[in-house]
């Protein structure tokens, strides 16, 4: 039997003018604006909302970075590039975000920056020293403290006096707010001379703070507004008996936060709790998987969901995938702080084992017809990821876990173009996994490989060879193949072009003979892409296979490579308008789904079949897009073994045609049509 999920609301935003102004008038003479304020007070909305409103002021858009679920600073960059949809191609990326942003006129919004501030103090400095035209606005709890900082406080909505008449106590955004949300939760609910001084003093109570009047407003679900109040005053009573002073704002979302908790059932209680370890939110079917347990059956889940949401303690989103419930930050810390540690040590070994399950079932480096939804759901569970991998590396005896997820992620860590991040992980495990086995042996070729991407020669080299040194030792088969395969890529970044072409063979040879097919897929990808130039001939029947195969078992991802990978090799036998058809099926594929290395790549080769067609114009233009693309990527076709000679004849060819001064003006327009529009001009032709 299908069950429904639980119900969905997406609240609208309530009030903030003077605020929203405020932010338009600073950041039209500010570079930096940072919103403070306590937490619940409505920063991340007002963020939100100013992006939404300001966006169509910026030429180059504006970029929301959500920053609360990223417990390292060291991930704060390959953060930043991977919403930035830069894939990293260089080691510094750093260097690549600066030099991305260095011409754009846009709007970088960071939001919950206080646990990183240090990190995101440093960052910010150097993309403003590095970006003239770029705008930043965060949101903290404290002030960043970088030079030419703007600062607007985020207050409370507005109180009105409990006494005054109705008129004049509609007019204030905190009851506006609470009559909003007590609507949605209790249909018919409105102010009226008879309710209107209760409203008034509940908000007055709450001082405003929005998370606080969505919790009490939540409530009336089951509890009259009369009722509510004497609830509400009962709890904050205590408090001020306690500490005779009034209450600061934080302690006002304290009190109310303590107040919503106990007013859960106990079972509630215990799943809120153990919800705030899911940074990223969380589908029915894991929550079911990860949480239940001592103290909650199975069955419950569902129901126990639905309560959270009725009680506005989980938002529920809906998506492709279905429905996914998340905290608001505020509101997982305290649900983190109520973890009892019995709980808590269940729970972590528990979602360790479910991330560590879900990476190896979600593999991409498989030829499978759910290769996409694999990688869009590991997309979506990074946050999650991060956490497991975190706790892995930091619990005794579970290094070898963490690396041995962080390596089956590799070809996710390739595709996404999170180079940096995935060897942060890899990084840090081989530091504590130092046993010469088949998990450091794995680790350190998928290192080398994600080093070689970046151009990071000196880094790879040494990571390879102590994986062959342990293969040799350990005599294991199932490694050797990848290690080979890695060191083939490594001597084509050296110029050794019939070097590479030799091991990728015998690797290819390897999984052959093991009956891999997915390894002998991805090895004819390298096989026919770098050894285009060396031997076409011989990559274009590699590219013909991986074709058919990846045609065989509905493997759509590895399908577009696959027919950029024959492109490239017909490409250089001469018959460049079946090269061009290919590129092109490949083209339309990866701009629908953003995978922006395969879109680059196609772009490239489709300006070399404009001006193989003497439209030498538009290949300017393509050239001009895929520049763009290359820029974001940190990379350049000079850098591409299979790229760089026809990039050059291309260029060349185009240049002489129309002359430079033409040729510079059809390369700007490509330049600045953007990922979606490059890829919609490039089907066009």
């Known amino acids: 039997m299908t069950r429904a999920d639980p119900s969905t609301e997406a609240s609208s935003f309530v009030g903030r003018r003077h605020e929203l102004s405020a932010v338009r008038r600073v950041l039209s003479q500010a570079r930096l ?6 937490g619940g007070v409505g920063k991340t909305r007002l963020a939100l909302k100013a992006a939404e409103t300001l966006r169509g002021r910026y030429r180059d858009g504006v970029e929301v970075v959500e920053l609360a679920t990223l417990e390292a600073g060291d991930l704060l960059e390959p953060t930043v590039a991977a919403a930035l949809s830069l894939r990293e191609a260089g080691p510094d990326l750093m260097v690549t975000l600066v030099d991305y942003l260095s011409d754009k006129r846009m709007l970088l919004i960071l939001d919950n920056c ?11 400095d150097r993309l403003l020293r590095g970006a003239p035209r770029l705008r930043v606005l965060t949101t903290s709890r404290q002030t960043l403290g970088v030079y030419g900082e703007q600062v607007l406080a985020v207050p409370s909505l507005s109180v009105p006096d409990p006494g005054g008449p109705t008129r004049y106590i509609v007019r204030h955004d905190s009851v506006r707010l609470f009559v909003e949300r007590a609507a949605s939760v209790c249909p018919g609910f409105f102010l009226d001379t008879g309710n209107a001084a209760c409203v008034a003093r509940l908000a007055q109570r709450l001082e405003g703070i929005p998370l606080a009047i969505e919790l009490a407003a939540a409530r009336l679900r089951t509890l009259p507004l009369e009722q509510l109040m004497r609830e509400l005053d009962g709890c904050f009573e205590v408090l001020e008996a306690a500490a005779p002073a009034a209450l600061p704002r934080h302690q006002t979302l304290r009190a ?40 909650i059956d199975p069955a419950e889940i569902f129901d126990l969901v639905a309560g959270l949401v009725d009680k506005s303690v989980l938002v529920g989103e809906r998506r492709e995938a279905g429905i996914r419930y998340r905290m608001l930050e505020s509101i997982r810390a305290y649900g983190s702080e109520q973890l009892a540690p019995s709980d808590e040590r269940v729970l972590r070994r528990r979602y360790i084992d479910h991330y560590r399950d879900l990476a190896e079932r979600n593999r991409i480096d498989r030829n499978v017809p759910d290769q996409l939804e694999r990688y869009r759901l590991l997309q979506r569970e990074l946050p999650n990821m991060r956490v497991a991998l975190e706790v892995c590396l930091g619990e005794p005896g579970m290094a070898p876990v963490g690396l041995e997820t962080a390596s089956a992620m590799w070809c996710f860590w390739l595709l996404a173009g999170s180079l940096t991040e995935g060897r942060y992980w890899l990084e840090r495990g081989l530091e504590l996994v130092r046993e010469a086995g088949s998990a450091r042996a794995t680790a350190l070729w998928v290192d080398s490989m994600l080093a070689l991407r970046q151009g990071d020669l000196a880094a790879a080299t040494p990571r390879l060879e102590e994986c062959h040194t342990i293969v040799r030792q350990m005599g294991d088969e199932d490694v050797l193949p990848f290690a080979i395969r890695t060191s083939g890529v490594a001597a084509f970044s050296t110029g050794d072009a019939q070097r590479g072409l030799a091991l990728l063979e015998e690797s290819l040879a390897l999984h052959r003979a093991a009956g891999d097919l997915d ?17 076409p001939d011989r990559a274009a029947v590699f590219g013909e296979e991986m074709l058919e195969l990846c045609e065989a078992h509905h493997a759509l991802v590895s399908r577009g490579y696959a027919q950029l990978a024959l492109g490239l090799a017909v490409w250089n036998l001469g018959d460049c308008r079946r090269a061009e058809a290919l590129v092109r099926r490949a083209a339309e594929f990866t701009g629908e789904i953003n ?91």
């Open 33 to 38: 604006l940072t919103l403070t304020g306590t």
């Open 114 to 124: 206080e646990h990183l501030l240090e990190d995101c103090a440093r960052f910010v």
């Open 256 to 295: 109310t936060m303590d107040w919503s908790f106990r007013l859960c059932s106990p079972v509630e209680r215990r799943l809120w709790a153990r919800l705030s370890m899911f940074p990223g939110g969380v589908d029915l079917e894991t929550a079911e998987a990860v949480c239940c347990g001592e103290g």
């Open 519 to 535: 390894g002998v897929v991805f090895n004819l990808y390298y096989a026919a892409t770098y050894g285009s130039i060396e031997n």
């Open 595 to 685: 995978d922006r290395w395969c879109l680059t790549q196609c772009l490239e080769v489709l300006a070399w079949a404009a001006g193989a067609r003497e439209d030498h114009e538009r290949a300017a233009r393509m050239l001009g897009a895929a520049h763009a693309l290359w820029q974001a990527a940190d990379a350049s076709p000079a850098r591409l073994w299979y790229h760089a000679r026809w990039h050059e004849r291309c260029a060349e060819q185009a240049r002489r045609t129309l002359g430079n001064r033409a040729f510079a003006a059809a390369f700007r327009d490509g330049a600045r049509l953007g990922p979606e529009r490059a890829a919609a001009y490039a089907l066009e032709g």
